[in-house]
Nanobody, 127 residues
Framework: QAQVVESGGGLVQAGGSLRLSCAAS????????TAWFRQAPGKEREFVAA????????STADSVKGRFTISRDKAKNTVYLQMNSLKPEDTAVYYC????????????????????WGQGTQVTVSS
């Protein structure tokens, strides 16, 4: 059974850093475009960052550009979201999602285009 699992969330002070990890089992993760989305209380789920399965293409939301970086380690079958200069408005549940429908440089910023989703990991940034 294919599944995606996030880890690395927690409580951090404003200006701090966290690194989220996304690992998969039951699927050839190295052939899946992967993205991070987040959902804050009372708000809709929003796109954060995406990376193609080759790692050659990435996209980052304007709200986190310059602070967050998405990357993947094929040897470890893991995708990372490095989050620096965190702000209280970054507080949310962060979800990892994967899809196998794109070529080596493709990805999507739309949640509906992703097939596999993790359960989410809570990130809380205190002021």
């Amino acid at each position: 059974q294919a599944q995606v699992v996030e880890s690395g969330g927690g409580l951090v002070q404003a200006g701090g850093s966290l690194r989220l990890s996304c690992a998969a089992s039951g699927l050839t993760f190295s052939r899946y475009a992967t993205a991070w989305f987040r959902q804050a209380p009372g708000k809709e789920r929003e796109f954060v960052a995406a990376i193609s399965w080759s790692g050659s293409s990435t996209s980052t939301a304007d709200s986190v550009k310059g602070r967050f970086t998405i990357s993947r380690d094929k040897a470890k079958n893991t995708v990372y979201l490095q989050m620096n200069s965190l702000k209280p408005e970054d507080t949310a549940v962060y979800y990892c999602a994967a899809t196998g429908t794109y070529g080596s440089s493709g990805y999507s910023v739309l949640a509906n285009d992703y097939t596999y989703w993790g359960q989410g990991t809570q990130v809380t940034v205190s002021s």
